[in-house]
């Protein structure tokens, strides 16, 4: 099946700064989503991105599908920014809807 | 509104028990799917149903039994549970399993905590 790897593992900012988070895949894709995972567990939509570049607010992503990654920014981070940041990415030949998740990327945001 | 609801929050059972875990969704979505996560572990596909007929079982042991009584709901029964069930159960929704405008976008409820003991 498709290998998703997300880096880094652990990230830890001041409030206010900017960070990038990767997600490398093993095969063509159909279907590519961000999400954060709250401390609560809630896992929340942040962009759905098989290709190109979207932006809200302070959180931007761009999928680059021919050289298999993506990559979401965050801009002047806040403390509520922290948890895990999940890519999930569903494959081709009908699989797109069977999402396969990264480790994810834990962030912590001091004050 | 993109909301799925779950219940019960948390649930705690014994191995003997019998229990069932609700999903809601509203958005009149076609497609439901499950998905299980351990702690500090990513999500993991369980079941998915599309139109009310279950499309995808990810080999998962017959103590966990899905239902989708009509388009918005979706049922996980649960029956003699292993302590190794305890875990985060997910519900997801999607417009339906299709490509174009990214139909196949899933949102998810904010989980039921369960914990078999």
């Known amino acids: 099946g498709i290998q998703v790897e997300q880096s880094p593992p652990d990230l830890i900012l001041q409030e206010g700064a900017n960070s990038t988070l990767r997600c490398n895949f093993s095969d063509s894709v159909n279907n590519l989503q961000w999400f954060h995972q709250n401390p609560w567990g809630q896992l929340i939509n942040l962009f759905y991105i098989p290709s190109g570049t979207k932006q809200n607010g302070r959180l931007s992503a761009t999928t680059v599908a021919t050289e298999r990654y993506s990559l979401l920014y965050i801009s002047s981070s806040q403390t509520t920014d922290s948890g895990v940041y999940f890519c999930?990415?569903?494959?081709?030949?009908?699989?797109?809807?069977?999402?396969?998740f990264g480790k994810g990327t834990l962030l912590t945001v001091n004050p | 509104d993109t909301e799925v609801t779950q219940t019960p929050k948390h649930l705690v059972m014994g191995m003997t028990n019998k229990k069932s875990l609700k999903c809601e969704q509203h958005m009149g979505h076609r497609a439901m799917y499950w998905y299980k996560q351990k702690a500090k572990k990513p999500p993991e596909l369980m079941f998915v149903?599309?139109?009310?007929?279950?499309?995808i079982n990810e080999s998962v042991p017959s103590r966990f039994s899905p239902e989708c009584p009509n388009s918005s709901l979706l049922n996980l029964h649960l029956h003699a549970l292993q302590p190794e069930d305890s875990a985060l159960y997910l519900c997801?929704?999607?417009?339906?399993?299709?490509?174009?405008?990214?139909?196949?976008?899933?949102?998810f409820g904010p989980g039921t905590r369960l914990t078999v003991l």
């Open positions: 149903y599309s139109y009310e007929k279950l499309s």
């Open positions: 997801a929704s999607s417009q339906d399993l299709g490509l174009a405008g990214g139909r196949d976008t899933q949102y």
């Open positions: 999930a990415i569903g494959g081709s030949g009908g699989s797109n809807y069977k999402l396969t």
